[in-house]
């Protein structure tokens, strides 16, 4: 049997209602782990020998660059350690899909780290809480599991961090990889993989935490009509080393907006154009000629991941070259 450490941080997993029917006006992050895994103690210990800690108790949408730190030098300490064979992450949905993809670039082992959440607090009618959270401590606890990167399990699919994200704000099934599909499903107690990642991840990843204490300030511009310099040159202002430019169709922009980033690129500060789209790659020398412009473009990444990228590039090189090697790798 093998041993699974889950950390928490919060969430609606962690939530609770004054009415078992109410599945939107709850306050997350209530209930410790220890009281979570509690409800399911009898069904766990069949599977794995658990052992729990608590990182954070938070709403995601608080979630930090230091409880990142923490939770990926925690989860690597462990990793290191021959007793552990793997991690789950507790973690509320709404920015869950960026800590899994910043824990999929700087987790160094093969060994699995699977995130998990709920659409549902803890108190509901029918909570997806505990089944989830006993489909990712099966998950972690597979051989299947090993060495496809950080993992991330909802409604009984398996997803790759680098390819999930939320794609609805209430349902249980809002966890989707909608361009490229599902790793896999949870079928009668058993991990079924059908796809795995081909991009680099954890023990394959150049980037690493140690030594870090923040990240550099990257901020994402949404592109729309009528877009104006304001906010990329307030971001500048305001210290951002990287820009991310969730442009319209394939990362594309206005001529005027053309012209601020490539301003902006001159001061040193990187700029990669990524896509409001949900779905499709951002491709170079388009409708932009990135060589001329020095842009960097975001592969099938969305914002929020790009930017997550993007600092951790920008912790060992402003070369953009070398930048879009990197997103072209992970």
Known sequence: ??????????????????????????????????????????????????????IAQ????????????????????????????????????????ETAYFLNLVVKSAKPVVVVGAMRPASALSSDGPINLYN??????????AGKGVLITLNNTINSSRDATKTNTSLQDSFKAPELGYLGYIIDGRPHFYREPTRKHTY??????????????????????????????????????GLVYAGLGNGNMSTDMRIVFEEIQRQGIVVVRS???????????????????NFVVSDTLNPQKASILLALALTKTKDTADIQRMFWEY
């Open 204 to 241: 394959m990843s150049e980037f690493s935490v140690n030594g870090l204490s923040e990240l550099p300030p990257v901020e994402i511009i949404y592109g729309h009509v009528n877009s104006r310099s304001t906010l990329p040159m307030a971001a500048v202002a305001a210290g951002a080393q």
């Open 58 to 97: 938070i709403d995601s949408a608080e979630m930090t660059h230091q409880i990142w730190f923490t939770l990926a030098n925690r989860i690597n300490a462990l990793l290191a350690d021959p007793s552990v064979d793997g991690v789950v992450v507790t973690h509320g949905t709404d920015t869950l899909e």
């Open 275 to 293: 896509t409001r789209v949900s779905n499709g790659v951002v491709t170079r020398n388009g409708a932009i000629n990135d060589d001329q412009s």
């Open 1 to 54: 049997m093998k041993n699974i450490v889950i950390l928490a941080t919060g969430g609606t997993i962690a939530g609770i209602s004054e009415s078992i029917t109410d599945t939107a006006s709850y306050r997350p992050a209530i209930l410790p782990i220890e009281e979570i895994i509690r409800g399911i103690d009898g069904p766990l210990h069949k599977i794995a020998r658990i052992s729990s800690e608590q």
């Open 136 to 145: 990712a401590v099966l998950l972690a606890a597979s051989d299947e599991a």
